[in-house]
């Protein structure tokens, strides 16, 4: 799960983090108060939106000239102006593609005298089970280039979570800054602080850029970008209330009211599958025979006559799917309880592409008779590969 910056950089705060001051705002009087609130005299207005560039992004409806969606305000009105442009409006940038996001609300937040700018993440290292904390002394909106062209200018320093963060890691994260003198003894401490925060709160991915260095010689956490470990939400209530559905894709919201596994693509053959890995072949396997998956959905190994219902029904409610797919094998799932979820589904959204089925495993032969007396066009199949097969050749006859 993402949240906003301006929550980001309240969860940090809570762990000791320097964070400039700053007020969420949802409207343009609400950011002019919010300004009025900060001592100025310069003031900075960020859009919020789940996505990062948004200093170099633009907005689609105020043409090739406007500014992004990170924009300086030294007066009151300044903020005004640049809050009614941005409020409303969809804010494209390297990371949302060419549909961008319509921005809801706004970050306004004191400005800062910046001296240097530097970066810090830390991220699950899954190959090695450990916290990397990746350091680079060239923090900005040009970090991107700086991985592609530079690499060697970022340092990636590994904490054992079952040491925990030591002294040694934080003066390795000085060094590879560059910090001396008081600035070493800030980085150790902030440092220690982010990887608190990331532990405490079952972060996956914590991203500060840039972490700067004031022209007083202090380091602030002027942006910050976080995502939380979805199955370790029921652990912080606190965490989940920051959740924002409207920037989330509304079939995944719905997928997740059902505790079901979706994530849309961009092909037109739908897929229910029961695995992750199961699922993860069966999009292979439409690929291998010529055609793409329009989403990846694992329906999970104990669902219900529901559930299914649910997914089908979510499948199905993507304009792009030209037929679907369902490969189940049952162990735990048995192919009766699905074959009743695909009928009722079918049923009820009046089925209009073609549908293979394949199963395998637990009440087989009555999921198939199930579905063989629906009064449904289904085709059935004996393998996954007769399967893949077999949908893409519905989906080109019906073309």
Wanted: aromatic fraction near 6%; glycine fraction near 10%.
């Amino acid at each position: 799960m993402n949240i906003h910056e301006y929550q980001a950089k309240e969860v940090l705060a809570k762990f000791g983090a320097a964070v400039p001051r700053g007020f969420a705002a949802m409207t343009a009087d609400e950011a002019v108060k919010a300004a009025e609130q900060l001592p100025g005299p310069l003031y900075v207005v960020k859009a919020q939106i789940h996505a990062g560039g948004r200093g170099k992004g633009r907005f689609k409806e105020l043409g090739a000239d406007a500014k992004g969606g990170v924009r300086l305000s030294k007066t009151i009105d300044e903020v005004r102006q640049n809050a009614g442009e941005m409020l409303g409006n969809t804010l494209v940038t390297i990371q949302t593609g060419d549909a961008g996001k319509q921005v809801n609300r706004l970050y306004v937040t004191d400005g800062a005298d910046i001296a240097r700018e530097y970066y810090l993440s830390m991220l699950v290292d899954r190959a090695t089970g450990r916290i990397a904390m990746v350091v680079s002394t060239e923090g900005g909106m040009d970090i991107e280039e700086v991985a592609h062209s530079t690499p060697e200018k970022i340092r990636t320093i590994t904490i054992d979570p079952a040491e925990g963060f030591q002294p040694h890691h934080g003066r390795a994260v000085a060094f590879a800054l560059k910090l001396k003198g008081d600035l070493n003894k800030q980085a150790v401490k902030i440092a220690a602080q982010l990887y608190d925060a990331f532990i405490a709160t079952d972060m996956s991915m914590l991203e500060v850029n840039p972490l700067v260095e004031t022209t007083d010689g202090k380091l602030l956490v002027l942006d910050a970008k976080v995502s939380f470990d979805s199955n370790a939400l029921y652990r912080h209530p606190d965490i989940l209330a920051l959740r924002d559905e409207t920037e989330e894709d509304p079939a995944e919201v719905e997928a997740s009211k059902y505790d079901l596994a979706y994530i849309k693509l961009d092909g037109n053959i739908g897929c229910m599958v029961n695995g992750a890995g199961l699922a993860m072949a069966t999009m292979d396997i439409i690929k291998l025979n010529g055609a793409f998956p329009a989403n990846f959905l694992d329906v999970g190994g104990g669902a219900s006559k529901e559930k299914v219902t649910a997914a089908f029904k979510l499948i199905l409610s993507d304009p792009a799917v030209e037929g679907i797919l369902v490969n189940i094998f049952g162990g735990i799932m048995k192919c009766d309880i699905i074959a009743e979820g695909i009928v009722a589904a079918a049923k009820e959204v009046n089925l209009s592409v073609p549908l293979v089925v394949r199963l395998e495993g637990t009440n087989v032969q009555l999921g198939k008779d199930i579905m063989a007396n629906s009064g449904l066009p289904i085709v059935a199949a004996d393998d996954l590969g007769d399967a893949a097969k077999k949908i893409v050749a519905e989906v080109k006859k019906a073309a």
